[in-house]
């Protein structure tokens, strides 16, 4: 059973940093395309940004680019977005997704997100 597990949110001041993590289970990791979507409230959702099954190959939405940094670390199953210069436009829930493989942009499985709150 694929497990997406995302951690590292909370509540940080307007310039600040953060670091998401998500911890995978249940397939190959390293055969995996992997993104990070998040929604805003009252928003849809927004994709954020993707990095290649090697990690290699790096991905960004105009809204945060220069801002986050995707990464992963194949030999410990986990997916990180490092998130700098926070504003409060960046307030919403973060979602870690698997794509359907390692070349497909379509979404495969979901974590249950962690919110993280841009705030003063």
């Known amino acids: 059973e694929v497990q997406l597990v995302e951690s590292g949110g909370g509540l940080v001041q307007p310039g600040g940093s953060v670091r998401l993590s998500c911890a995978a289970s249940g397939f190959t990791f390293s055969s995996y395309r992997m993104s990070w979507v998040r929604q805003a409230p009252g928003k849809g959702l927004e994709w954020v940004s993707a990095i290649g099954s090697v990690g290699i190959n790096t991905y960004y939405a105009d809204s945060v680019k220069g801002q986050f940094t995707i990464s992963r670390d194949n030999a410990k199953n986990t997916l990180y977005l490092q998130m700098n210069s926070l504003k409060p436009d960046d307030t919403a829930v973060y979602y870690c997704?698997?794509?359907?493989?390692?070349?497909?942009?379509?979404?495969?499985?979901w974590g249950p997100g962690t919110q993280v709150t841009v705030s003063s």
């Open positions: 997704a698997k794509h359907s493989s390692s070349t497909s942009w379509y979404f495969g499985s």
